[in-house]
């Protein structure tokens, strides 16, 4: 019996005994064919509700051929109908997933957070055997949930990917909190200080975490690495959220500062009596992860999940709206442009769509031609069309650079809290889901020309 490996965390991988298929997949399509097959609970599923699921909008029969199509791609990257029917059983009105043979890291990753909650034992820290467990999910999180696979026509697909990424990212926060804080208790600072790093990358406007390293860096010794990583935290909390550190932040940063004991200062993330000091053996070096488009200098996915939350966390305190924007802008790309002229052309339009919001609103860059906007305090939501107007009618004048007038499109949709949703994966599957309609409906438009 063969075995097939899947990976979905960050980049779509897939391996048959040993064999690196990813690229023997011809396209989008079969990729995600076969990763939405995988991931979903074993169930007998319909061909009919596949081929609309993959190809909605269009005629039964087209959507079916095209089905069939991609099963004959993955059928040949497989080696052929015996090799594939191990993992696919095939019939002319259903496809069924067989789990039985094939490893996923999703599975597994889900497997060992479930099994250390299950276990019994009365501190997370006085258990290696969790521990371990833990550990083991976070080196099977290479990165957010289908990172690599983005299908703009297949609204359905996006949100269904959208929720998976958004679920598994707050799994893999919380396990690096409770490792971090497992370690903690072991005054095993080096390795605490790795999880909370990484923690930090993934979520770097959360101040607990940032309290948590500036913690572990005094008790290790470290003292001018907390207060920078102070200045660290205060640096990304104004440029990101316009405002100081908390109160709690800042009190840490102070004792820190005059050698006071910080035993006793409650840091959100470690609620509870602190561990003995022992000094850890090395620095470590804080590992880096994009933050920023280098091209636009626009926050990107990790910031912006940052900043919806905590605007919604605003929201909530201050009973009032905020309005999420999901837009796709496209030009005409030829072969005679350069990639130095891309770069502007993406410069300029990020600049115009900055200029049509607030200074303090999100505006940020989430896919290789689609940006969010996050706008707080909308009182009134009779406004938000007029600001759906004004955005659109700056993003669909043409640009004009180097003697060119260059034609701009602009597919919007959006969301409003807490009307449209009260958690973010919701907001941005209503404002995603109506972006890809609207770019559908002019793609037909077009077509009918």
Same mark, same amino acid.
């Given at each position: 019996? +063969?075995?097939?490996? %899947? ?38 599923? +319909?061909? =009919? $509700? ?9 005629? &039964? ?7 069939? *199509? ?11 109908? =015996? *090799? ?15 789990? @039985? ?15 250390? $909650?299950?276990?019994?034992? /009365? ?23 289908? +990172?690599?696979?983005?299908?703009? &026509? ?10 998976? !990424? ?7 926060? %919380? ?30 406007? &959360? ?11 005094? @008790? ?15 640096? /990304?909390?104004?440029?990101?959220? #316009? ?25 959100? +993330? ?31 996915? %990790? ?5 919806? !939350? ?29 990639? &130095?002229?891309?770069?502007? /052309? =993406? ?7 900055? #200029? ?31 600001? /759906?107007?004004?955005?659109? $009618? ?8 180097? =003697? ?7 597919? %919007? ?28 409906? *002019? ?7």
């Amino acid at each position: 019996m +063969s075995r097939l490996e %899947i990976s979905l965390l960050g980049t779509f991988r897939v391996h048959l005994d040993g064999n690196d298929l990813t690229e023997i997949l011809r396209t989008r399509k079969e990729r995600a064919l076969l990763a939405y097959m995988a991931e979903e609970p074993p169930r007998l599923q +319909s061909r =009919e $509700k596949v081929a609309e699921f993959f190809w909605p909008n269009r005629p &039964e029969t087209y959507a079916r051929m095209n089905l069939r *199509q991609a099963m004959l791609g993955l059928r040949k990257a497989f080696g052929g109908e =015996e *090799q594939i029917a191990d993992f696919l059983e095939v019939s002319d009105e259903s496809i069924e997933f067989m789990h @039985k043979h094939v490893w996923m890291d999703t599975t597994a990753f889900d497997g060992y957070i479930q099994s250390s $909650k299950l276990h019994p034992h /009365i501190d997370l820290h006085n258990c290696q055997e969790c521990i371990n467990q833990l550990e083991e999910a976070v080196d099977l999180y290479r990165g957010d949930f289908l +990172s690599d696979l983005i299908l703009n &026509e297949v609204t359905g697909f996006q949100e269904w990917a959208v929720f998976n !990424r958004e679920r598994y990212f707050r799994s893999m926060i %919380i396990t690096l909190q409770s490792l971090a804080r497992a370690y903690y208790h072991r005054s095993n600072f080096d390795q605490a200080y790795k999880y909370a790093w990484r923690y930090v990358e993934m979520a770097p406007l &959360e101040e607990s975490a940032h309290r948590l390293l500036m913690r572990l860096l005094t @008790k290790s010794g470290r003292r001018n690495a907390a207060l920078h990583q102070y200045q660290l935290c205060k640096s /990304i909390i104004a440029r990101e959220l #316009g405002i100081e550190p908390s109160p709690e932040t800042q009190q840490l940063y102070s004792m820190i500062l005059n050698n006071q004991p910080i035993e006793r200062i409650d840091t959100g +993330s470690l609620a509870g009596k602190l561990p003995k000091s022992t000094r850890g053996t090395r620095p470590l070096k804080p590992p880096t992860g994009p933050l920023y488009d280098p091209n636009t200098e626009m926050p990107l996915r %990790i910031i912006f999940m940052d900043r919806l !939350r905590h605007a919604l966390m605003r929201m909530k305190r201050n009973q009032s709206n905020a309005l999420l924007i999901s837009l796709s802008i496209s030009f005409p790309y030829h072969e005679h442009m350069t990639p &130095e002229l891309k770069k502007q /052309i =993406e410069v300029l339009l990020a600049r115009r769509l900055a #200029g049509t919001v607030r200074e303090d609103d999100t505006v940020a860059k989430v896919n290789d031609n689609e940006y969010v906007l996050v706008l707080e305090d909308i009182h009134d939501p009779a406004v938000v069309p007029g600001i /759906i107007n004004k955005i659109s $009618k700056a993003m669909n004048s043409p640009l004009h650079l180097l =003697e060119q007038r260059i034609p701009t499109r602009l597919a %919007i949709g959006w969301s409003l809290y807490p009307q449209d949703g009260r958690d973010p994966a919701t907001l941005i599957n209503v404002a995603d889901i109506a972006m890809r309609t609207d770019r559908l409906q *002019q793609n037909i438009h077009q077509n009918q020309k």
